[in-house]
């Protein structure tokens, strides 16, 4: 009996942004919820979830935007690649 073949297709990367902003928007959810169950009034409730919603919200767009510039300009340290420096992390 032989175990499964490897494959030879990579895996695709998991989207790490993606997987971020869900926990944030679960954060932003759970936030008013549990403000009500120890009896804030829901207008409390919904004024204090709307600023995390913000940030998640900004937060975003700031990161896709990183990643559309990060894959138009191939990578991170782009001019130290090409003089033939490594970067420093």
Do not use: N
């Amino acid at each position: 009996m032989s175990g499964p073949r490897p494959t030879t297709e990579p895996r695709p990367a998991p989207d790490s942004v993606t997987d971020l902003v869900r926990w944030a928007a679960f954060s932003c959810a759970l936030v008013p919820v549990v403000l009500l169950w120890y009896g804030a009034s829901l207008a409390g409730a919904t004024g204090t979830a709307l600023g995390p919603a913000a940030v998640t919200g900004a937060c975003r767009c700031l990161l896709r935007r990183s990643e559309r510039g990060r894959t138009e300009r191939g990578g991170r340290h782009t001019r130290e690649r090409i003089r033939g420096r490594t970067p420093v992390d």
